[in-house]
């Protein structure tokens, strides 16, 4: 049986440990069990990038291309529209002042923007350099290293720090 790499998500846990996890399981995750709200409670292995009070922005561990970025709010929600219109304009407005510095930071045509909302039940905006069509349908990159994560996070944050997001 294939997998796609969007039916698994990868859980961590405090000490680093990575778990797959299937759709149907984090279909019945609550707010205690979301990675992605250990994350914005600063718990979990993950390469943060930027962040304000409500939302974070780091890399995402399978990434399409380098420098595939994942921007949520720190608040937990299921689904983009059930945001409150404020943080649902505010998510929009940081996805696009991201898109400058991760373009400028790998050297990309254009970022790509997924918003699906399966692989974990909260809402994440993938920001994906691309350089040409059809990227956004490639299956994420494994076995990338703490060195070429650390390495494109410096990139990306340099960028960002230039443009005083």
């Keep these: 049986m294939k997998i796609s790499r969007r039916q698994f998500i990868i859980a ?23 990675v992605f709200c250990e994350f914005a409670s600063k718990r979990g292995k993950f390469v943060k990038l930027w962040e304000d009070k409500n939302f974070l922005a780091f890399l995402d561990y399978r990434p399409i291309t380098e420098g595939h970025t994942l921007l949520i709010p720190k608040q937990h929600f299921d689904y ?16 696009k002042q991201l ?10 045509k254009r970022i790509g923007v997924i918003i699906e909302g399966f692989g974990v039940n909260h809402v994440h905006i993938h920001l994906v350099p691309i350089n040409k069509g059809g990227e ?28 005083k997001i």
């Design 80 to 95: 983009l529209f059930d945001m409150p219109d404020k943080l649902y304009g505010k998510i929009l407005k940081h996805a």
């Design 12 to 34: 961590g846990t405090s000490v680093g440990v990575f778990t797959l996890v299937s759709q149907n399981q984090t279909a019945a995750q609550n707010k205690s069990e979301c």
């Design 99 to 108: 898109s400058k510095p991760i373009k400028t930071a790998m050297d990309a």
């Design 136 to 163: 956004l349908s490639k299956k994420g990159t494994v076995g990338v290293t703490e060195e070429e994560f650390a390495k494109t996070a410096e990139k990306i944050k340099s960028k960002i720090s230039e443009n």
